[in-house]
């Protein structure tokens, strides 16, 4: 089996010896991504609804680094600084997983800086054919 390390174009840097994601033959597994720019700068501090958006935008873009979309996650673990969050960003996530949404869980926790307000994982299995 094959494992990379998967890291899209323009990711912002890991804040810990952590990779952005690692493909393991066809599982990717994606770090528990942050709403950080290129520069590790916070984006949308204290708007869950923008730091959700931005969150999955950055796993979308290592589901696709790897060769992968969306559709293919079938799990996702959810952290929220405060679950008064909950349904601003199950709004946000409801946009991004319309059809079979991904098993998951979620849970309230202390993030890693406190101007995080939501932190999302995901596991994903890619096909080794082409998508009809």
Do not use: W
């Not at 959700?52 to 979309?69: D, S």
Request: glycine share 6%.
């Amino acid at each position: 089996m094959t494992i990379e390390a998967i890291t899209p174009a323009g990711a912002a840097p890991p804040m810990a010896p952590y990779s952005t994601a690692i493909k393991a033959g066809n599982n990717l597994y994606v770090s528990g991504m942050l709403a950080l720019d290129p520069d590790g700068k916070v984006v949308a501090e204290g708007d869950v609804v923008g730091q959700t958006r931005h969150v999955l935008e950055a796993i979308k873009a290592v589901l696709e680094t790897a060769g992968g979309t969306l559709e293919d996650v079938v799990f996702n673990t959810v952290l929220l600084k405060d679950l008064v969050d909950y349904s601003a960003m199950n709004a946000v996530y409801a946009e991004y997983f319309p059809k079979r949404p991904p098993a998951r869980y979620c849970i309230r926790a202390d993030l890693v800086r406190s101007e995080f307000l939501v932190e999302i994982a995901s596991v994903a299995y890619l096909e080794t054919f082409p998508r009809i």
